[in-house]
Nanobody
Framework: QVQLVESGGGLVQAGGSLRLSCAAS????????MGWFRQAPGKERDFVAT???????TYADSVKGRFTISGDNAKNTVYLQMNSLKPEDTAVYYC???????????????WGQGTQVTVSS
């Protein structure tokens, strides 16, 4: 079992930055690929970014060049640095862990409770 707790969400103006954190406990963090997803009201949960166990990362086209995913194995924590935020980035952001390096929701076995990010125009 892996427990995930996100933090760092909040309200920010367009063009601003936020850094989300996801603290993992339970089984060894480095055994899993980690992903960030987001879900806006009335919409499906969408892929944002993922990082493999070896540090390879992939991003959704909508965030490429603005968001950066990184991991700290010593702290069992994965981060999502979000720059140049836009109102359309407003959503609940979820951290996830799974055995596969993937952009698919169903590839992840463990999920956090989510953290709200609101970007005002």
């Amino acid at each position: 079992q892996v427990q995930l707790v996100e933090s760092g969400g909040g309200l920010v103006q367009a063009g601003g930055s936020l850094r989300l954190s996801c603290a993992a406990s339970g089984r060894t963090f480095s055994n899993y690929a980690m992903g960030w997803f987001r879900q806006a009201p009335g919409k499906e949960r969408d892929f944002v970014a993922t990082i493999s166990r070896t540090g390879i990362s992939t991003y959704a086209d909508s965030v490429k060049g603005r968001f950066t995913i990184s991991g700290d194995n010593a702290k069992n924590t994965v981060y999502l640095q979000m720059n140049s935020l836009k109102p359309e980035d407003t959503a609940v952001y979820y951290c996830a862990a799974g055995p596969l390096y993937s952009y698919k929701v169903r590839s992840y076995d463990y999920w956090g409770q989510g953290t709200q990010v609101t970007v005002s125009s």
